[in-house]
């Protein structure tokens, strides 16, 4: 260090400047700040309508936050956005096969797996999916505040977003919740 301080003293020295660009980068690069302004970003005057947290077998398996324009009652004719946070380790393959078995088990069926494929990735404790909707027809994703795809098929929104939101789900409670009732 005394080496240092002879050749090139400005180095010892606390960049004030330095810290504040990396702080401020730190709390816009951070999934939490990501998200947070994905759903703003995505979803005109998004605001946060209910949360609850999905639970199988009494194992938490996400957290999910429904956002509708200024937080109005959830309604299928209007846009909304549906984060999810893991709280589970889940590979690819699970969460494409399930998805699709609960479209199919609402008979909400919809050859999409390959985009699926596409969309989904492996989930890490933490990770987040945020789904949005797009008229009737398309639900754009993204993971962590990155865009991965948009579904696009007839009646996707309902097919995809029944699972959460639909009169048929796996925990009418969770749904209830969900939608701010």
């Known amino acids: ?23 401020l980068a730190f709390v816009l690069l951070a999934p939490g700040g990501v998200v947070a302004s994905t ?11 209910g949360d609850a947290t999905f639970r199988f077998l009494g194992l938490s398996v996400y957290d999910a936050k429904l956002y509708t324009p200024q937080g109005a009652p959830f309604n ?29 088990r609402q008979g909400n069926g919809a050859p999409v797996q390959n985009q699926l494929e596409q969309c989904f990735q492996s989930v890490s404790k933490g ?18 505040g990155t865009k991965t795809c948009t579904l696009s098929y007839p009646g996707i929104k309902r097919a ?9 789900t796996r925990s009418a409670r969770f749904t209830r919740q969900l939608k701010g009732q």
């Open 76 to 104: 299928w004719s209007q846009d909304f956005g549906l984060l999810l946070r893991y709280r589970k380790n889940l590979k690819q393959k699970a969460l494409v096969e399930s998805t699709l078995e609960e479209m199919d």
């Open 160 to 168: 995809f977003m029944s699972i959460f939101l639909g009169n048929n």
């Open 39 to 49: 759903v703003a970003d995505v979803l005109n005057n998004a605001q946060l309508r």
């Open 127 to 144: 990770d987040t999916y945020l789904a949005v909707s797009r008229g009737p027809d398309k639900v754009a994703f993204w993971r962590n």
């Open 1 to 23: 260090m005394a080496f240092l301080k002879k050749i090139r003293p400005s180095l010892l020295r606390p960049n004030n400047r330095g810290w504040r660009t990396s702080l």
